[in-house]
């Protein structure tokens, strides 16, 4: 792989003579998965040499510190200690406030007016804010007051009330004085309030009644959990181990913001010697039923004699089987210390130097065996061993520090036998957490951290008690009097680590086994769930939409909300474009339990009537064919953006006026293509003139129907390209806007500054002929594309974070690709249809269509795949069903 540095990068290359290292940063960017996956450059690099030089001239402890380590002789006062309190939620008036707010109309509209202002902190990892808070009848805006310094960002931001999509009642050092904001762009922020500002900001939001707010926690986390079905959809297979867990440790206040509670995953695999990973074998996983400090038979006995012969002679503190917490501060950053800021952060927890090398995370096998044999050491996992190689990596060339036996120099971690690379490890771990078995058995793990063996006599029973102190209820801070007292409280609860909200006091429900699944779903018991997981069950069904004269060219399920899993939207149209430029509106239902296919597509009658058909003004310009490149509808499917225009514009069509309502220029050459990020905001265009423009397009169909408010709005202009622009992707969440070019390269840069920050090319093409035709991206940010050259064509696959995954020659010129979860879709002027995993690119599935085919779509929640053919026909894809399936 050949990667592009930044002009400046290539400026001090060119003086020094010799290559300049980059150095990487984890972002804050995250998908819609809460996947928080991107590297951007670190332009404050620190290779932090004193705290090297530190630890190697001077024994230093461990921070990690236990319960035992901790003087338990803070004089807290009664009044302090808590027994069991209500969950965190609204008072009773506040919430008569909020449901009086809710039935007031909105506001007119007019001059922006301030509807309070708060002092508050914003809270962010380690590092606290101080700053203020200020809402008006449109806009949401933090003031960072912390003094000046030099080389220090400061944290003041403003957003749009449009933008906001959940806000949930949170906990800070266990005191109910937080709220954490979600945007639709799946950015998010924390801040701290004192207990009696926190609900009335919450109540002031409410009132202005966000357009886009679909949730709001004044409820308990429980009751939250119940009322959005989250646990019936896992049951039932329609989301993800991963996903479910992460909204679970969303609903009870885990977050990446603060690490004391960042999200909790569970330590999954118990063989990491094994050649390879066997995921049919139980002996290959972990017992999920147990706590991490007994999984292992040869601990209990310790842990329970820690228990029993507890007492503490002031009468305030219980009894626990652990000194340490699952989940803290130190525990986050001792997995986490190769990518910074982690590694900033923990050179701060350890008082300025690295810790020595023997307690850094530096082997998976080691790690798993040392846990196995200490009670004590109860760390659980991060979300990040199942989605972020780069957290093994250490890509910013740390000084770590030598072994002490060995004198082995502390480096990238060392993986286990079964995986080749850190790639290899995610995708393995991953899928390990996918598998039957965990499926079978994850409910019982997250009965011991989030429910009813959380706390109380099932939580003793299970031996899953941990120190009081981190227990939500337990301390009231506000009660202590004593500034010092309080503050060494905490710190105690800061570093100690935080148990999560409880969401069940039930036994928590099993998920349904695979088998039971299919057959649910092959006799429409169950709703549509991901294809991918039934490739066996995978069957073509044509469908005549147009004929061979007029073809459909462009085909499109829009993407409407949910824009959160906490909210429930259903595709009910299909958009399609033929060759011609008629526009087709056709009633689609993915879930038809009634119908003989289990989905229902009604062809709009008005496309082969030429007197009623809707068709695009034009005139297109003739060296440009009309293809699947030159359209993309909006979300809401209110709009079709379109490009291949004589005048070198992009046009708004309206389709619920049949008309186009706006046109705007920004290139100097004809838009060769159109993509649309997942959220609705950002529309990428490219264009023959080598320039990619970026338009923010949240604004249209909201207000009026005036011409501005239907207009796309110019955001950035991207060079870097030789030739013309052949293929555009767009990435709001993950920050990233991707092209690919006559030229043979993709460049990728940042939506909000513009930002280059990288070439890729395809492995194995080489010439001045090698041209890049499809493009897409992953909801992981996977950038995937095609290429042609004189010779032949060819798939390519690269990380977000400029990764090759994986290269291979395909028999057909590519007419389309699509991703579908882990699985890349490829079709071609031959009629094939393939399938192959996005790691390694290796095949799983491949059907002969024995068409030519335009192009592919993958619908909502991979329930389908859409393959128009030249023929006028619409393949649909999907997993066979029938009422007498077996």
């Known amino acids: 792989m050949k990667t592009g540095l930044p002009s400046y990068l290539k400026f001090w290359e060119n003086i020094l003579g010799s290559p300049v290292s980059r150095h990487w940063k984890l972002s804050h960017h995250e998908n819609f998965s809460r996947m928080r996956l991107k590297l951007c450059p670190s332009l404050t690099f620190d290779p932090h040499t004193d705290a090297s030089n530190l630890r190697d001239n001077t024994g230093c402890a461990s921070h990690m510190q236990s319960v035992e380590e901790i003087p338990l002789s803070l004089n807290i006062s009664s009044a302090a200690v808590r027994g069991e309190t209500e969950e965190d939620s609204l008072p009773e008036e506040e919430l008569r406030m909020v449901s009086e707010a809710e039935h007031e109309g909105p506001e007119a509209p007019g001059k922006e007016k301030l509807i309070i202002q708060q002092e508050c902190e914003l809270v ?95 409820r308990t986390p429980a009751d939250l959990l119940r009322s959005t079905g989250l646990t019936h959809k896992w049951v039932n297979r329609e989301i993800s181990n991963f996903d479910y867990l992460m909204q679970l440790n969303t609903l009870a206040g885990r977050t990446y913001n603060d690490l004391s509670q960042y999200p909790v995953f569970p330590w999954i695999v118990a063989d990491y010697t094994s050649e390879e990973l066997d995921l049919t074998n139980p002996s290959t996983f972990r017992d999920l039923s147990k706590p991490i400090g007994v999984v292992n038979p040869k601990n209990v006995p310790e842990v329970r004699a820690k228990y029993d012969s507890y007492e503490d002679p002031s009468g305030k503190t219980a009894k626990f089987h652990y000194g340490t917490h699952y989940s803290n501060s130190a525990g986050v950053l001792h997995y986490l210390v190769r990518v910074e800021p982690f590694t900033s952060l923990h050179i701060e927890l350890q008082s300025g130097r ?62 286990p036998k079964w995986a080749s690379s850190p790639e290899d490890f995610i995708y393995k771990h991953r899928k390990a957490l996918e598998c039957e078995y965990v499926s079978q058995h994850l409910h019982e793990w997250i009965n011991l951290i989030f429910g009813y063996k959380q706390k109380g006599p099932k939580a003793v029973e299970a031996l899953n008690v941990f120190y009081y102190c981190s227990y939500e209820g337990a301390v009231d801070l506000d009660a202590i ?52 997981l039934f490739l066996d069950n995978l069957r073509p069904i044509p469908i005549e939409v147009s004929n061979e004269k007029d073809p459909i060219v462009f085909v499109s399920s829009p993407r409407s909300p949910p824009r959160s899993f906490l909210q429930v939207g259903l595709a009910d149209t299909l958009l399609s474009v033929s060759k011609l430029g008629v526009v087709g509106t056709h009633s689609w239902h993915p879930h038809d339990r009634h119908g003989p296919r289990g989905f229902t597509l009604d062809v709009d009658p008005t496309i082969n009537n030429a007197k009623t058909r809707k068709k695009l003004s034009g005139p297109f310009h003739p060296s440009l064919p009309l293809s699947s490149h030159l359209f993309v509808v909006s979300n809401d499917a209110k709009f079709l953006f379109s490009g291949g225009y004589w005048d070198s514009s992009l046009r708004v069509y309206s389709l619920a006026k049949s008309k186009t309502v706006a046109s705007v220029r920004r290139h100097f050459d004809l838009v060769t293509c ?22 923010d397009v949240s604004h249209l169909g909201m207000g009026s129907s005036s011409t501005i408010h239907m207009t796309p709005r110019p955001v950035q202009t991207l060079y870097g390209h030789d030739k013309a622009i052949t293929c555009v992707g767009i990435m709001t969440e993950l920050d990233m806007a991707v092209s690919g070019s006559l030229d043979g390269t993709v460049n990728v840069h940042t939506i909000q500054e513009g930002q280059y ?37 060819s798939v390519h696959v690269f990380s977000v974070n400029g990764v090759s995954l994986g290269s291979k020659y395909v028999s057909g010129r590519v007419t389309g690709l699509a991703v579908a979860g882990d699985y890349l879709v490829v079709v071609d002027d031959a009629g094939d249809l393939t399938m192959s995993r996005i790691l390694g690119l290796r095949p799983v599935y491949d059907i002969p269509l024995h068409v030519p085919i335009q192009s592919v779509v993958v619908t909502a929640g991979n329930t389908h795949l859409l393959v128009p053919t030249r023929e006028g026909n619409i393949i649909v894809l999907g997993v066979l069903c029938s009422r007498d399936a077996k």
Request: hydrophobic share 35%; net charge neutral.
């Open 481 to 532: 009097s004593n500034p010092v007292e309080r503050e060494a409280l905490e710190g105690m609860i800061n570093n100690f680590g935080q148990t999560p909200s409880q969401l069940l006091k039930e036994p928590h429900p099993q998920r349904l086994s695979l088998e039971d699944a299919v057959t649910k779903m092959l006799k429409l018991e169950l709703r549509r769930t991901d294809f991918t």
């Open 124 to 218: 962010t990892l380690m590092t606290v804010v101080r700053g203020r808070l200020e809402l008006t009848t449109g806009y949401f805006y933090f003031y960072d007051l912390s003094p000046v310094k030099e080389d220090v960002e400061r944290q003041d931001f403003k957003w749009a009330l449009s933008r906001l999509r959940e806000v949930h009642l949170r906990r800070y050092n266990l005191r109910r004085s937080a709220l954490e904001f979600f945007l639709t762009d799946q950015t998010n922020y924390f801040l701290n309030f004192s207990t009696k500002t926190r609900n009335k900001v919450f109540t002031r939001i409410l009132s202005l009644r966000p357009p886009n707010l679909c949730h709001y926690s004044s």
């Open 674 to 695: 159109v993509a649309l990020d997942q959220c609705g905001s950002f529309l990428i265009t490219g264009s023959r003139d080598t320039t990619c423009v970026v338009w």
């Open 354 to 415: 690295f810790d020595v090398a023997d307690r850094q995370f530096h082997s998976i096998p080691q790690t798993w065996k040392l846990l196995m044999d200490n009670p004590n050491d109860v760390k659980e996992l991060t979300p990040e061993f199942f989605y972020f190689p780069e957290f093994l990596k250490n890509m910013n060339g740390f000084d770590l520090g030598l072994l002490q036996g060995t004198k082995e120099r502390v480096n990238d971690v060392i993986l």
């Open 757 to 793: 920050m990288r070439t890729l090319e395809p492995v194995a093409c080489e010439g001045l002929k090698t041209e890049i035709t499809f493009l897409a991206l992953s909801s992981q940010g996977h950038i995937v594309f095609s290429a042609t050259d004189k010779m032949s064509h």
